[in-house]
RNA sequence: GUGCCCGUAGCUCAGUCGGAUAGAGCACAAGCCUUCUAAGCUUGGGGUCGCAGGUUCGAAUCCUGCCGGGCACGCCA
């Protein structure tokens, strides 16, 4: 907020130096990038433009950094601004800068942080989209928090979400599905044949199999051929599986708002008309007997088959069909998370929504890197064949939500990620979760405390500057400020990690200024003069509510006060 | 072989658009509870930012080449 403010000053000052004549009127105007210095000396924020520009206003960073001090315009929040080091602008501000701020968050409250910069505009995030074959498996977990978080960002910034899953019900896998539970099927009613290897080894098929049976479904298919009885058990098995798949994703507190069937862009005749489309621009030609789309036009490595020479559709037919569809609908950004495995897909994607008209920026992809789950430092295999990975259900249930979620964000998508579950379960006490939750509830319980001793905040009075004198009371001001911002470039960069590592540091920060309550009475926050306790419950509120928006933008939950946990006493022998 | 991701403290990882003396947690060492939750806090040790060049006032960050780990390279999905 702060921040925004003093950029203004710092473009005024530009305009005016070039207006004089001490910037050539060549130089476009950098974005003003303002930061907070490592050291205190060196300002509370400030801005390095002097030094961005000097090589195109071929003038010395220094020189320029004077001339834009000497024609900056007053604010009322600066007390000082210095020209330090190469060409640095340091910004003193007034020891009170942050009250109007504090005053915006509490007005805010649920809304803080959420900007409305891409405001009428549609987005569509589409994630997890896994196969009905099989559970969803900790992989599939990254990508399902990831996306889930990713829409609540955009969100945030103003888009109108839709968040998706693309179900893939038709086609070879399915087909595989269907034969895997005949054969347990035939299995159960004593035929003795091998378990075919191409097929899904994991024992839910066997569950599937026994359902079939139970209720007396697989009784009225047997007058049915091989194959019809093939297809039925694959309806009915990815049927299944995709409603065990949305439960375990409703667990971990994802919900789509559409699943989209594969199977009805068949229905609609999607495909061929895409298909004419784009032969129409040109974009197909046919050779080996096969129909080929050039996306090397567009910058793939090599073109790719559309129609094969058997005259089946490959299965990027359908999804050129599935994503031209997401322009129809009005979506005008389009954001699909995948596993890094299917990076060589993006080329040619992109190389389609350009084919259609569209900017290929408008699609975004983002890679989850791998999972590995070890538990007490052994790898836990995800073998689906075998049948013997991990599953996301069993995660949830042993590690809870909440957990779950943080670990799956606290690293940046582009890594690989080592989720060691003897750490999230075992080590719970040092869990960066509980550490920020445990910062909101602390809040929490002063507000309760101050509610029970017959002097509640009161919102409406004015908050005294005055009050607010410490230095890590203006620290935490600065900190809750920054708060959109984040946000907002989070938003942009579509790094959720980011918020992980801000809201671990407001924690830190409170944590630390609580504690020195205990020693030093300045630093308790009731039993102050009730002007001071009130300036000081406004600065925990902003706290409180900058903790909360954070955490729900996570999908993490937000406690007003957390329950010891066993073996804790040992802390107090 | 080609493309993409990763390499930062003993371990797991942050590090924004190139910025001032590279950070956190865990682990280790020493302290701090009559008071708003000690699930906490304070202090300390610990670094060839994989290696070598280059770009420039300035590089963990950008470029080139290597080394190491992962993933992908189909008329499969």
């Not at 004077?66 to 330090?84: N, T, W």
């Not at 984040?486 to 609580?514: C, D, W």
Request: hydrophobic share 40%.
């Amino acid at each position: 907020m702060i921040e925004q403010r003093l950029s203004q000053v710092v473009t005024q000052a530009f305009a005016a130096c070039q207006e004089a004549g001490e910037i050539p009127r060549t130089v476009v105007c950098p974005p003003i990038h303002l930061e907070r210095p490592r050291q205190s000396a060196h300002g509370d924020l400030a801005t390095n433009i002097a030094l961005v520009i000097a090589k195109a206003a071929k003038r010395s960073p220094r020189a320029i950094a004077e001339a834009l001090v000497a024609r900056m315009p007053s604010d009322p929040h600066l007390q000082g601004v210095s020209v330090a080091g190469p060409g640095f602008i340091n910004f003193d501000l007034i020891p009170t800068w942050f009250v109007e701020q504090l005053t915006e968050i509490i007005a805010a409250d649920q809304r803080y942080g959420c900007t409305n910069i891409h405001q009428g505009e549609r987005c569509q995030v589409e994630f997890v989209s896994a196969n009905p074959t099989g559970p969803l498996h900790v992989g599939h977990g990254r990508n399902a928090i990831l996306g889930d978080v990713l829409g609540n960002l955009l969100a945030a910034v103003g888009y109108q979400v839709t968040k998706e899953y693309y179900v893939n019900d038709t086609g070879v896998q399915i087909e595989t599905l269907g034969r895997s539970v005949l054969c347990r099927l035939r299995e159960l009613q004593g035929e003795k044949a091998a378990f075919p290897a191409e097929c899904y080894q994991g024992s839910y098929i066997i569950d599937i199999a026994q359902q079939l049976q139970g209720d007396g479904t697989a009784v009225a298919w047997q007058t049915l051929d091989e194959r019809a009885q093939s297809l039925a058990c694959g309806r009915y098995a990815a049927d299944r599986i995709l409603r065990g798949i949305t439960d375990d994703l409703a667990a971990c507190g994802v919900v789509h708002d559409r699943y989209f069937l594969e199977s009805a862009l068949h229905v609609e005749g999607a495909i061929p008309v895409v298909i004419e489309q784009l032969r129409h621009a040109g974009h197909l030609y046919e050779q080996d007997d096969a129909l080929w789309f050039r996306s090397t036009a567009f910058g793939d490595d090599k073109d790719r088959v559309i129609r094969k020479s058997d005259g089946s559709l490959t299965y990027f037919a359908a999804d050129i069909a599935y994503h031209a569809r997401k322009y129809v609908e009005g979506f005008s950004r389009v954001v699909d998370v995948l596993g890094a495995d299917h990076a060589g897909y993006v080329p040619r994607m992109k190389a389609v929504v350009a084919a259609l008209g569209h900017d290929a920026g408008s699609l975004d992809y983002v890679l989850t890197q791998l999972v590995n789950l070890t538990r007490g430092g052994e790898v836990v295999s995800m073998s689906t064949r075998r049948g013997e990975y991990e599953t996301l259900a069993r995660l949830i249930a042993e590690v809870g939500r909440d957990v779950t979620r943080y670990f799956y964000l606290m690293r940046s998508h582009t890594a690989q990620l080592d989720f060691d579950l003897a750490l999230a379960t075992a080590q719970t006490l040092e869990n960066p979760v509980y550490y920020v939750q445990y910062a909101h509830a602390r809040i929490c319980s002063i507000f309760a405390k101050a509610e029970a001793t017959g002097a509640g905040w009161r919102q409406r009075d004015p908050l005294e500057a005055s009050q607010l004198d410490l230095e890590e009371e203006r620290a935490l001001a600065r900190l809750v400020g920054e708060y959109p911002g984040l946000i907002r470039a989070i938003a942009e960069e579509l790094a959720p990690h980011r918020l992980t590592v801000y809201l671990l540091e407001v924690a830190r920060t409170f944590q630390s200024y609580y504690t020195r309550g205990k020693q030093d009475p300045r630093y308790r926050v009731l039993g102050q003069a009730l002007p001071k306790m009130q300036a000081k419950l406004s600065l925990l509120h902003c706290l409180r509510i900058v903790i909360r928006n954070g955490l729900g933008l996570l999908g993490i939950s937000a406690p007003e006060r957390m329950n010891r946990i066993e073996g804790d006493a040992a802390h107090h022998d």
